[in-house]
């Protein structure tokens, strides 16, 4: 098969983006592999596309299945409109999920209970959440400071151990729920760089977006 490797939520001067690694035509793999190439793999998250033409898709970190995860979600849509399949919707375990691309940001808007369940912490400022030294085992946490509260600027950092992750670079899922909870529309500095955008949209709903970028295409032999 052939395995595209993108980075997504790039930050606006290159640096940062969340590694993700994308079968295209994974519909021939075999459920009980689909676990076992995501951990061979290594990244935070592996999606499996199963139909290009509907958007079905399937999502595992190196230790579990996700029924909806941001960047994966992102990354791929902006990687079928590359290829020169773009979908509208696309079809995670968890629900329909609208997709769009508006300039060099690719979205998607989802309900932000549908993803993992990330505890949000807000710290006094972002020099606490540098310093802030991870979570234990079996956690979902954010942690979270205004840079500027006026313009909406918010630093953060995410751990998902609880899906074999320590630190995540970039995490559209715990955004989803941050942009939830504050209610308006901000931009996260997450990670060395990572820029990832979210507002609340009429539906009750939040929107995420963000730049992709590909890294690497090659073969993987299952």
């Not at 710290?123 to 234990?136: H, I, K, N, T, Y």
Request: proline share 8%.
């Amino acid at each position: 098969m052939q395995l595209f490797v993108v980075k997504v939520f790039v930050g606006p001067d290159g640096r940062g983006g969340n590694p993700l690694g994308v079968f295209l035509d994974a519909a021939s793999v075999p459920t009980e592999q689909r676990q076992a190439i995501a951990a061979d793999l290594g990244f935070s998250e592996t999606v499996f596309v199963t139909d290009r033409a509907s958007g079905a898709l399937r999502i595992h970190t190196p230790a579990v299945e996700l029924g909806l995860a941001g960047h994966p979600l992102v990354g791929t849509s902006w990687l079928l409109r590359a290829e020169g399949t773009g979908v509208d919707v696309l079809r995670p375990p968890a629900g329909d999920v609208p997709t769009w691309a508006d300039g060099e940001f690719t979205w998607i808007r989802a309900d932000p209970q549908w993803g993992p369940p990330f505890e949000l912490r807000q710290l006094v400022s972002p020099a606490e959440v540098d310093a802030f030294p991870g979570c234990g085992p079996d956690e979902y946490l954010e942690v979270w400071a205004w840079d500027d509260e006026p313009s909406g600027q918010v630093r953060a950092r995410v751990f998902a151990t609880a899906a074999g992750i320590f630190e995540d670079e970039a995490t559209g899922s715990a955004a989803l729920r941050l942009g939830a909870a504050l209610g308006c529309p901000i931009t996260i500095r997450q990670g060395v760089g990572s820029q990832i955008l979210a507002r609340p949209a009429s539906d009750g709903r939040v929107e995420v977006g963000g730049r992709v970028e590909l890294v690497s295409q090659r073969e993987y032999v299952v």
